[in-house]
Nanobody
């Protein structure tokens, strides 16, 4: 059974930095893209950044220039380095991955439980 487990969230002051990590565990054959979404109270879940297995990235406009997504394929881990954090970045950050669990099986979308990021003075 595939699991995505996030870590690295917390409370940080405006202008500060955090680094989120997400590890994929369980039996799997291949991971296509991995990435991060966030959901603030009362709002829909939105894309933050994603990266495919070739290293191509895509960012939300709100993340460009401040956040960097990266991955370690050998460790099945995706990271999100967040700098210059703002109060509006406060949200639960969820890891997402598109995974094939066995050769010839279908690709499926997996989500982590999320990690809280709070930006406040």
């Amino acid at each position: 059974q595939v699991q995505l487990v996030e870590s690295g969230g917390g409370l940080v002051q405006p202008g500060g930095s955090l680094r989120l990590s997400c590890v994929a565990s369980g039996t799997m054959f291949s991971i296509n893209y991995m990435g991060w979404y966030r959901q603030a109270p009362g709002k829909q879940r939105e894309l933050v950044a994603i990266i495919n297995n070739s290293g191509t990235t895509n960012y939300a406009d709100s993340a460009k220039g401040r956040f960097t997504v990266s991955r370690d394929n050998a460790k099945k881990t995706v990271y999100l380095q967040m700098n210059s954090l703002k109060p509006e970045d406060t949200a639960v950050y969820h890891c997402n991955a598109f995974i094939m669990i066995a050769p010839g099986s279908t690709w499926a979308n997996y989500w982590g439980q999320g990690t809280q990021v709070t930006v406040s003075s």
